[in-house]
């Protein structure tokens, strides 16, 4: 090939990515500086100024005063007229450079008898006297440079005509030409007048939306619709339109919209607008990079509405174009956000599962699983969740040493130079990539619930992870990323250890990130998801402990905070649901029973498992098993463990329990073993101790007391240091039964018999205590009637009878005890 046949300008990606400037949001490329006749009369007083000062030279206090009125004209609320600029100039311009105003005039003179004004650098004769190199009136001037390039003839007669008016002082009655890019428009609220001013708006609701959604402008989308109006070249604007239809709930729009973010931010400036050939003398060229991200930020999207099966699609996209693009930020951001999306539950519509035949439903999991292995990422794991390898795949050396490799990108024949980033903001980027990525990492084995052989090994891996993500701090943090992350990561350590049972650990946790809510420059707090999901872990603490009252309140705290119009719908979600849930946990264990069955309906629009178990219990403590039972049966048929296996164990358990009751022990029996061995499989220890002290009920129920009491003491430390204080009550209450079986038995041993008579009155003691503890008066009141079996004569006797008769009147309702 010769060399004449080679590209002139072949292209060339950079791997140092500077996202701001791919995504346009630097406030100095405006083109929205309005053309108004006072801003074009300001640019003639810059223009006749700066001519004087460096003819005649200026101190420093008396330039820095001329800057001071220059800058104080640009950011005028109002408009004055040409008289009272006039007479600005000469009170506060005169007394420094004597002959200021008449030159000005003389300018403008000038300038009248053309039909435009050439704006452009090589014809204004600036010397530097005042204009400064990247100053403010650099940036103004550039813009109205920006501005007049691409306005037509018509444009400029008209721009000229109500410039003489404004000069003669007539009032302006005709609509001001803006921006080029935009139509005509009306007046614009200050916020918004100018490009520089929209932008720096627009970060400041887009901030606040994701943080702070209850701080938004009242009037955020009247104005975001005046922007997108009469700034076209500010994408932002649409982003910020996004987040908005997100918060609505309202997907084709906030699809569109994104459409429209990268439909505008692929049009480009070009970075010198003077100095250049003539050939190469364009304003606008397309920039296509930044589209590679379109599919990922449209895959969140979709995750954020729940459809998991088009982001796998549009993820799966992303991460091909970017190994092959060689784009590492795009490829980690990717892998970060799939496993997000694989921790998801799959989308399910559970009215039409009913309708459909075995036959479908074996069709469409043969379809799933040819999908499936059709997925490269998903192919080696059967919960489709992404393995923790690949999202660590991409080390933190690998995009330092890229950064090095700084090469200028040449687009579309023209040769074009990245702006410069700085190695440390970028370094600093990639160091949250690689925090998010382990958290996200963490989360997947959380979910997955990995064995006991690579149990320590999980474990450490996800304490690293998180302390990682719960300490970072990488550099400035803009827009608060370190702070989001941060308070994720804490966040997540309350949940995990409240399902592990540590309750006052993650109580106090939850309810430290809850408090310690610092304002930032924008927000005056965060009201963010991961604050609700603090509160309502605080809140399940605290009712876990019997707290009731306590986290009532809380959940009334939460409630006015998230639950607002306009909150953020996840946090409002997860307050419902939490709200729901305990107030029936706490109506339940009161004995209202009138007050539970009325939160179904709310828990189940929200966590539709957690309404059947719960109506389940409801039915079964009114005496309807059958009803019970198969209730939980259709639910639990929907149930995938691999995604929801904690769940699964639940359902079973009762199961298991209801089974008992209908009975059927033996099958009973053999579900909850299955049940606890999955659980001791996956080191679940808190799930294992529930289904064991069920196990010990039901051996009890065959008769089998020795048995019983092993399983009861195999699990006697584990309930009391990780069990919640409902199961210890119950534990309590079932090795009084079993003390008591022991003792009806007469066994031989005598010291067995012995120790059951003993182990059964001190157990009913502590479930009492316990039961007073928790506000339970039906647990209550089962302790005590138990007690009045042993003690059935004598002083003991009539204090029990005559506690329970007291009991009796202020909760005359009754529970089963042997299905809880």
Not at 82 to 98: D, T
Request: charged residues 25%.
């Amino acid at each position: 090939m010769t060399q004449m046949d080679e590209e002139p300008y072949p292209i060339h990606l950079s791997t140092r990515v500077n996202l701001d400037h791919l995504f346009a949001y630097e406030t100095v490329k405006s083109l929205g500086e309005p053309m108004t006749p006072f801003r074009l009369s300001v640019y003639l007083l810059i223009r006749s100024l700066d001519a004087d000062i460096y003819e005649e030279g200026c101190g420093g206090e008396d330039h820095a005063r001329i800057s001071a009125l220059l800058y104080g004209l640009l950011e005028l609320e109002k408009e004055l007229t040409f008289a009272q600029l006039c007479r600005l100039v000469n009170k506060r311009v005169c007394p420094i450079i004597r002959d200021a105003l008449d030159h000005y005039l003389k300018m403008v003179r000038e300038a009248l008898q053309t039909d435009g004004i050439a704006l452009k650098f090589d014809s204004l004769g600036l010397k530097r006297g005042l204009v400064a190199n990247k100053s403010l009136l650099e940036h103004y001037v550039q813009r109205l440079q920006s501005a007049e390039k691409l306005m037509t003839y018509r444009q400029h007669r008209q721009l000229m005509q109500q410039l003489r008016a404004y000069v003669r002082g007539e009032e302006q009655t005709e609509t001001v030409v803006r921006s080029p890019l935009s139509q005509p428009q009306p007046s614009l609220p200050r916020c918004i007048s100018t490009g520089s001013h929209a932008r720096v708006w627009l970060m400041k609701q887009l901030h606040l939306q994701q943080v702070a959604p209850l701080e938004v402008d009242p009037s955020i989308d009247e104005y975001c619709g005046l922007v997108a109006t009469a700034f076209r070249d500010i994408p932002a604007v649409h982003l910020l339109l996004m987040l908005r239809a997100v918060y609505r709930e309202d997907q084709p729009t906030a699809i569109d919209e994104l459409r429209a973010f990268f439909d505008y931010s692929m049009i480009r400036l070009q970075d010198l607008l003077t100095n250049m050939p003539p050939q190469k003398n364009r304003m606008v060229t397309v920039d296509h990079r930044q589209v590679r991200y379109a599919p990922l930020l449209q895959a969140r999207l979709y995750r954020i509405f729940g459809d998991k099966a088009l982001a796998r699609r549009l993820l799966n996209e992303t991460i091909s174009q970017a190994y092959l693009n060689k784009e590492m930020t795009c490829l980690r951001m990717a892998l970060v956000e799939s496993a997000a999306v694989e921790i998801m539950p799959e989308r399910r519509d559970h009215s039409a599962k009913k309708h459909k035949t075995k036959e479908q439903m074996e069709k469409e999991a043969k379809a799933l699983e040819g999908a499936t292995k059709a997925d490269g990422l998903h192919a080696d794991d059967e919960s489709g969740l992404v393995p923790a390898s690949i999202i660590a795949s991409v080390d933190l050396k690998s995009h330092l040493a890229m950064m090095e490799d700084d090469v200028p990108a040449r687009m579309e024949g023209e040769e074009r130079r990245e702006l410069s980033t700085d190695p440390r903001e970028h370094e600093y980027m990639v160091m949250r990539s690689l925090d998010t990525g382990k958290l996200v990492a963490a989360m997947t084995m959380f979910v997955k619930c990995e064995i006991p052989e690579i149990h320590d090994e999980t474990m450490g891996r996800m304490q690293q992870a998180v302390l990682s993500a719960n300490c970072s701090s990488s550099g400035p943090d803009s827009m608060g990323k370190s702070r989001e992350l941060s308070d994720a990561a804490a966040a997540f350590t309350a949940v995990a250890r409240l399902h592990a049972g540590y309750t006052n650990s993650a109580t106090a946790h939850a309810r430290a990130l809850y408090e310690c809510d610092m304002p930032d420059y924008y927000a005056s707090s965060h009201d963010t998801a991961t604050k609700a999901v603090a509160g309502v872990t605080c809140a399940f603490g605290l009712a876990s402990a019997g707290k009731w009252t306590e986290a009532l309140e809380m959940c009334e705290r939460l409630e006015s905070r998230f639950c607002q119009k306009g909150a953020y719908p996840a946090a409002t979600r997860h307050v419902v649901g939490a709200s729901s849930l305990i107030r029936f946990d706490a109506a339940f264990m009161k004995g209202n029973f009138a007050a539970a069955e009325e939160r179904l309906l709310t828990i189940e629009s929200v966590h539709p498992n957690e309404a059947v178990l719960r109506h389940s219990l409801l039915l079964a403590t009114r005496g309807n098993h059958s009803d019970a039972l198969a209730l939980l049966k259709g639910a639990r048929e929907g149930i995938d463990e691999t995604l929801d296996l904690p769940t699964s164990i639940r359902m079973d358990v009762q199961l298991g329990v209801l089974l008992s009751r209908v009975g059927e022990a033996e099958p009973a029996l053999q579900l909850l073993q299955k049940t606890e061995r999955v659980a001791s499989s996956r080191g679940m220890k808190r799930e294992h101790v529930i289904v064991q002290r069920r196990i010990a009920m039901l051996e009890l129920m065959f008769g089998r007391a020795r048995e019983a009491k092993r399983t009861l003491e195999s699990i006697e430390g584990e309930m009391h240091s990780i069990g919640g204080l409902i199961e210890r009550v119950l534990f309590c209450l079932t090795v009084a039964e079993c003390g008591y079986q022991i003792k009806g038995n007469h066994l031989r041993d005598k010291k067995e018999w012995a120790a059951g008579s003993s182990g059964h009155l001190s157990a009913l003691g502590r479930a009492r205590v316990l039961a007073e503890e928790l506000g339970c008066i039906p647990l209550e009141k089962i302790a005590l009637s138990m007690a009045a079996r042993v003690l059935n004569t004598g002083d003991a006797f009539s204090k029990i009878a005559a506690r329970i008769k007291e009991l009796n009147e202020s909760c005359p309702m009754n529970i089963d005890w042997t299905i809880l």
